[in-house]
């Protein structure tokens, strides 16, 4: 198959199973495909041990898959060893060279590459300014804080000008501040360089506001992929739609053109597709962000407010309808609208129901 034009990567159908200990065996991968378009910001999401980082090793050849292949900018590179592969990681550890200055660690990988000595000072400067350490070069990795050393490891991965620059958990050991701060500043460094950035998260947020695309990992599998709104707006499966975001997850029955569910009476189905998605007895899921549901006091309601909360500028609410406890959230709602013990109608406006996969 021809490579895609403004394909950066290109991941078809990539297994990799590991022998455990105990004699079995770990599907860390089962089948995944991705495209990743040239000078795009992708992001891996996924809960802990699915995989994500199998694939980043896999790309950097530093894990070869059991089966699929894996093209950069329309080669394949499966069996192109580590060191030839334009691609490199910064590791969570930073993985800095302690008794090497700043520069020197920058500098190392242009060494090996053997590049004339004006060259690799050049580079070293620019990466070094790029990530604004200008000015800290002769300093020893331990005479850094944390940000820095992780900036030191961005700017030795950075002057390689690789094609794809694979970031596993790099923000991780930073506190939240510092994080919010790394994040943007990552952001911006995609940006000025137009490199391929993969960056592998577990935390949504992070996801949500640095990927073009996100790719959502389950048990091994690619779950969902696509800008973060669209799956955030249109989450795929039960799974996706409780991992990104709050969501309300609940059951109902699904006929030719309606959804019932218990407390809620009849949805109309105009927008929602359960093709392929209601079990045999017509069982489905359906999924409502917290934000987009409706609660109006109302003496002949269908639920109880069983806590209201202002949580920086919103009012979060549970309301118990029925078996179920529904999220809800307003923004703006005056202090005291609602208050636990208040009977409330609890509604779904039309185009707010998704009909997900269990
Ligand atoms: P985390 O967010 O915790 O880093 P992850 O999504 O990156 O998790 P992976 O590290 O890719 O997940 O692991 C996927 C699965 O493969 C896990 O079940 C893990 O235990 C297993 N695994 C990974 N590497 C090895 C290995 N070298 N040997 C055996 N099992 C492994």
Same mark, same amino acid.
């Given at each position: ?269 105009? /927008?929602? @597709?359960?093709? *392929?998605?209601?079990? +045999?007895?017509?069982? &489905?899921?359906? =999924?409502?962000?917290?934000? !987009? $549901? ?36 307003? /923004?703006? @709602?005056?202090? *005291?609208?609602?208050? +636990?013990?208040?009977? &409330?109608?609890? =509604?779904?406006?039309?185009? !707010? $129901? ?5």
């Amino acid at each position: 198959m021809a490579a895609t034009a403004g394909s950066a990567l290109r991941i078809r159908a990539v297994s990799k199973t590991f022998p455990t200990p105990e004699g079995g065996e770990v599907l860390a991968l089962d089948a995944v495909s991705l495209e990743v378009a040239d000078g795009s910001f992708t992001v891996l999401l996924g809960p802990s041990g699915c995989g994500k980082t199998t694939l980043l090793r896999c790309i950097a050849g530093l894990e070869s898959p059991d089966s699929g292949e894996i093209e950069l900018k329309g080669v394949r590179i499966d069996d192109v060893p580590v060191w030839k592969r334009r691609v490199n990681t910064v590791f969570q550890s930073y993985a800095l060279f302690p008794h090497m200055t700043v520069a020197h660690n920058v500098a190392f990988g242009l060494q090996m590459d053997k590049l004339p000595k004006a060259e690799i000072a050049r580079k070293v400067d620019a990466a070094l300014e790029m990530v604004r350490l200008s000015g800290l070069g002769a300093r020893r990795p331990s005479q850094l804080s944390g940000g820095q050393q992780q900036r030191v490891a961005l700017a030795r991965a950075l002057a390689k000008e690789p094609e794809v620059l694979l970031l596993d958990e790099p923000l991780s050991a930073l506190d939240l501040k510092l994080r919010r701060g790394m994040q943007t500043e990552l952001k911006r460094l995609q940006r000025e360089t137009s490199i391929t950035f993969m960056l592998v998260t577990h935390d949504q947020d992070e996801a949500m506001s640095m990927g073009d695309q996100v790719a959502v990992f389950d048990s091994g599998r690619i779950v969902q992929v696509g800008p973060p709104r669209d799956v955030y707006l249109a989450p795929r499966t039960r799974f996706v739609a409780d991992f990104i975001g709050e969501a309300n997850i609940l059951q109902g029955t699904a006929s030719a053109q309606t959804i019932t569910v218990p407390g809620f009476g009849v949805l109309s189905t105009d /927008a929602l @597709a359960t093709d *392929g998605v209601a079990a +045999a007895d017509g069982q &489905v899921f359906i =999924a409502v962000r917290p934000e !987009s $549901v409706t609660i109006l006091p109302a003496a002949d309601g269908n639920g109880t407010v069983v806590d209201a909360t202002f949580v920086g500028g919103d009012l979060h609410i549970d309301v118990k309808v029925g078996d179920v406890v529904i999220s809800a959230r307003q /923004a703006g @709602a005056a202090p *005291g609208a609602l208050s +636990a013990g208040d009977t &409330v109608r609890v =509604a779904f406006p039309s185009g !707010s $129901v998704r009909v997900v996969e269990a």
